[in-house]
């Protein structure tokens, strides 16, 4: 094979190469914008009913689904302690300068959570960043106290406490 050749084919590798992990760096997470915040269930927003005359729009209806938002700034988690029942969710917002990737203690495992799944082995880990503004959703189905982290500013901590 001559050196041109070779020289070809390096180029078109590294291109791919490139190619994949810039392709891998810039998939966005889907943002799950919440409607309900800090234990208060707020309405859906209204929704139009149709084109008829005098329709009267039908009531709201609430969610019974209680949603707690655990805030990410520079400096941490903010509350760093939220206490919920079991089965109810936390949104992990990015209010931050940069990206985050909540995940389950202990750093790096991500293991204390008991619920399998995830990229690592416990299934309450983001398995992924998340921008400024992004946010990530995660229910609790096992009451006890978790300790969680952020998986890149690993001595950013918080605890969510789960009752019966």
Excluded: R
Excluded at 110 to 119: D, F
């Amino acid at each position: 094979m001559s050196t041109n050749k070779k020289i070809v084919i390096g180029v078109v590798i590294v291109l791919v190469v490139v190619t994949v992990i810039w392709g891998i760096q810039n998939k966005k997470p889907t943002e799950i914008t919440p409607s309900e915040s800090n234990g208060v269930t707020l309405p859906p927003p209204e929704q139009k009913t149709g084109e008829l005359p005098n329709q009267i729009p039908s009531a709201p209806v609430l969610s019974t689904d209680t949603l707690h938002i655990v805030t990410y700034t520079d400096a941490g988690f903010s509350p760093a302690t939220i206490t919920i029942k079991k089965s109810e969710k936390v949104t992990f917002q990015n209010n931050s300068s940069l990206g985050f990737w909540p995940a389950s203690g202990k750093h790096p495992t991500h293991q204390l959570y008991p619920e399998k799944g995830g990229c690592v082995g416990s299934k309450f880990d983001a398995c992924a960043e998340y921008q400024p503004g992004e946010s990530w959703t995660f229910q609790f189905n096992f009451d006890g106290s978790w300790k969680y982290h952020n998986h890149l500013a690993p001595s950013h901590t918080g605890t969510v406490v789960v009752t019966k």
